[in-house]
């Protein structure tokens, strides 16, 4: 396993940016695969974006497809989720999790290991 800690979350308008960074520690970075997941209050933990472990193969939730950016720089062993045209329905606390494999999955019980969450709240 990995140890992850994001950054990144706070307040924002609606409409505007933010970046979320996921760092990892422990192991071989590149060797795993990364998604980022959401939780706002009373709901289910959902996928919001995957990238494989080589940056090539990245996936999207339909909900922030064209909005939502997810990278990775494995010589800095961190993932980021880059945020743009903010809505307050994406208003909830950010996970970023690792799973050993050559893509990301969407189901959050395929990850074996995750951060702590940031929370990224957007007002109308």
């Known amino acids: 396993q990995v140890q992850l800690a994001e950054s990144g979350g706070r307040l924002v308008q609606a409409g505007g940016s933010l970046r979320l960074s996921c760092v990892a520690s422990?192991?071989?970075?590149?060797?795993?695969?990364m998604g980022w997941f959401r939780q706002a209050p009373g709901k289910d933990r959902e996928f919001v974006a995957g990238?494989?472990?080589?940056?090539?193969?990245?996936n999207y939730a339909d909900s922030v497809k064209g909005r939502f950016t997810i990278s990775r720089d494995n010589a800095k062993n961190t993932a980021y989720l880059q945020m743009n045209s903010l809505k307050p329905d994406d208003t909830a606390v950010y996970y970023c999790?690792?799973?050993?494999?050559?893509?990301?999955?969407?189901?959050?019980?395929?990850?074996?290991?995750w951060g702590q969450g940031t929370q990224v709240t957007v007002s109308s």
């Open positions: 999790a690792a799973v050993n494999d050559i893509v990301a999955p969407i189901s959050s019980y395929d990850y074996d290991s």
């Open positions: 422990g192991r071989t970075f590149s060797s795993y695969s």
């Open positions: 990238i494989g472990w080589s940056g090539d193969n990245t």
